[in-house]
């Protein structure tokens, strides 16, 4: 099982970034997805998730009205849509796998987890 | 919004055997959940649903969940433990419903 994520770089104030996570050994569709961040040095912070059917999403309250989860089950691939980014959302961002199967995305561990890519807010 | 806490560092000899806590309000309510992050690399679950071990990590990790505290046990503690520890739940009522606690830092002497 393998997620790797793409789509982070550097961008300024009140721009738009779109993260992608592609999934592969694993079932895709029977589970809950995730973003967690992380600044460099410091915790770990969910963000959002989404329910292996897209029915119910959730969101940090740092993020809720900003951020999108989205996902593509026929293509195995889980996205955030970053709107309105600040200088505190750099971060490492996580994709990560929820359990357990046909969970909702406020339920379970994470028990698979991408490498992250970075995304940078400054001006 | 549910808030848990960790102690920042926790030093331990070989061998020895290590405890990580994660209080909350009747935490024991709530399944907690436990990753190990090294340096450099991605968490790992190492205790999911308070006691159960996924497969792959030594029996020497286990977990316990009672009242306000969750409880990390390392028995028997390596080099190779050296590592950040972070508690996780789900606070379903709240508008940050994926809490992770503060992180333990975990230093094998």
């Known amino acids: 099982a393998q997620l790797v994520e793409s789509g982070g770089t550097s961008a300024q104030p009140g721009k738009t970034l779109r993260l992608s996570c592609a999934a592969s050994?694993?079932?895709?569709?029977?589970?809950?997805m995730h973003w967690v961040r992380q600044v460099p040095g410091k915790g770990l912070e969910w963000v959002s998730g989404?329910?292996?059917?897209?029915?119910?999403?959730g969101y940090a309250a740092s993020v809720k009205g900003r951020f999108t989860i989205f996902r593509d089950n026929a293509k195995n691939t889980l996205f955030l849509q970053m709107d309105s980014l600040r200088p505190e959302d750099s971060a490492l961002y996580y994709c990560?796998?929820?359990?357990?199967?046909?969970?909702?995305?406020?339920?379970?561990?994470?028990?698979?987890w991408g490498q992250g890519t970075m995304v940078t807010v400054s001006s | 919004s549910y808030v848990v806490t960790q102690t920042p560092s926790v030093s331990i000899a070989p061998g020895q055997t290590a405890t990580i806590t994660c209080g909350g309000d009747?935490?024991?309510?709530?399944?907690v959940h436990w990753y190990q992050q090294k340096p450099g690399q991605a968490p790992l679950l190492v205790i999911s649903?308070?006691?159960d071990r996924p497969s792959g990590i030594p029996d020497r990790f286990s977990g316990s969940n009672f009242g306000n505290t969750a409880t990390l046990t390392i028995s028997r503690v390596e080099a190779g433990d050296e590592a950040d520890y972070y508690c996780?739940?789900?606070?379903?009522?709240?508008?940050?419903?994926?809490?992770f606690g503060t992180g333990t830092k975990v230093i094998v002497l």
């Open positions: 990560v796998k929820g359990t357990p199967i046909g969970g909702d995305y406020d339920s379970g561990a994470f028990d698979i």
């Open positions: 050994g694993f079932k895709f569709d029977d589970y809950s």
């Open positions: 989404i329910s292996w059917s897209s029915r119910t999403k």
């Open positions: 009747n935490i024991v309510s709530k399944n």
């Open positions: 649903y308070d006691a």
């Open positions: 996780q739940l789900w606070d379903t009522s709240s508008d940050h419903p994926g809490v």
